[in-house]
């Protein structure tokens, strides 16, 4: 009988240990469990400031008007005093046009009777400031009377021209400084000067002449970014973009809304306004200490549990 009980006491003390054991793994998979459920996000605060709606859309520059140099007499070019890309002002000497008269008479500028008055020299003066931007003829060309010598770009006629969608013509009444941005990055403030009196049939775009005060020359056909702002606000409370969950049809909207430090609960909102990375939320009013997800929010359920993690 005594080696019965004491069979009975270790058999009942073992059993016991397993029990213990199975509860203790059982306790455990669950925390584990709980602990693989938590989605690592990182969060945001509701932001408040000025944002703006706004287009932007290619502007082209150009020079309006050029002047075409044309020689003034039949004869042998004896002089040239330009170079294509040379800037010139109005009233310098471009070309000198030797008739050809004077040219089988001999050297025109020192005649072998003093008291024969006529040169036959002739000298092409710049009608206007620019830059020449063609060069038709060379030293020693004849040319006719008439003849297109060279091309010079109008300084006083540089502008951008932006073709703006006939939709958004009535921006322009808001929107007499437009803001451009140059390929290399520099930003200058353009005035609007006029628009075109057509439509392209096609594209349904109007000219805009935009003038710009640059400190520096700018060459023709370089092309710039215009903004235009469609609406603004000085005070809108923004969240990130990436903050906002839609539906497949992008007519829903909601974010994930932090109501402690583990769990996050669906809350529909209203957009407003939108910028590349920014969106204003119209409705509910969330408070400055609100948080909301930004990162590991897409296909969260209605109530989740999440880890915050540092971005």
């Not at 890309?85 to 040219?103: I, P, R, W, Y």
């Not at 909301?292 to 897409?298: A, C, D, L, Q, S």
Request: aromatic letters at 6%.
């Amino acid at each position: 009988m005594a080696f019965t009980y004491k069979y009975y006491n270790h058999a009942l003390i073992a059993a016991l240990l397993m029990l213990c054991a199975c509860s203790g793994g059982a306790a455990t998979t669950e925390e584990e469990a709980t602990v693989q459920a938590q989605t690592p996000v990182t969060v945001a605060t509701i932001s408040n400031g000025s944002m703006a709606d706004s287009i932007v859309l290619s502007a082209t520059a150009t020079f309006q008007q050029k002047s075409f140099v044309k020689a003034n007499a039949t004869g042998y070019i004896a002089k040239v005093n330009i170079k294509p890309g040379q800037s010139v002002d109005k009233g310098q000497l471009l070309f000198v046009v030797k008739t050809k008269e004077a040219q089988s008479i001999g050297n025109a500028i020192n005649v072998l009777d003093t008291t024969f008055k006529f040169s036959g020299v002739n000298y092409i003066r710049a009608a206007s400031s620019g830059y020449v931007t063609q060069l038709n003829h060379q030293l020693g060309d004849y040319v006719q009377d008439g003849e297109q010598l060279a091309a010079i770009s109008d300084k006083g006629s540089f502008a951008f021209l932006l073709q703006l969608p006939y939709e958004y013509v009535g921006l322009l009444a808001t929107n007499k400084t437009i803001l451009l941005t140059l390929p290399d990055g520099r930003q200058l403030n353009g005035q609007v000067r006029s628009t075109m009196p057509t439509v392209d049939s096609l594209s349904q775009t109007q000219g805009v002449v935009i003038n710009v005060n640059s400190p520096q020359p700018l060459p023709e056909n370089l092309i710039a970014k215009a903004r235009l702002i469609k609406s603004a606000k000085s005070n809108a409370a923004t969240l990130p973009k990436t903050a906002i969950l839609a539906d497949e049809a992008q007519t829903i909207f909601w974010v994930m809304k932090l109501i402690n430090d583990t769990t996050a609960v669906k809350t529909s909102v209203k957009k407003g306004l939108e910028t590349r990375d920014r969106v204003e939320i119209l409705s509910p009013t969330f408070a400055p200490a609100d948080r909301v997800i930004v990162t590991g929010n897409y296909g969260l359920g209605d109530t989740a549990k999440i880890k915050i993690v540092k971005p």
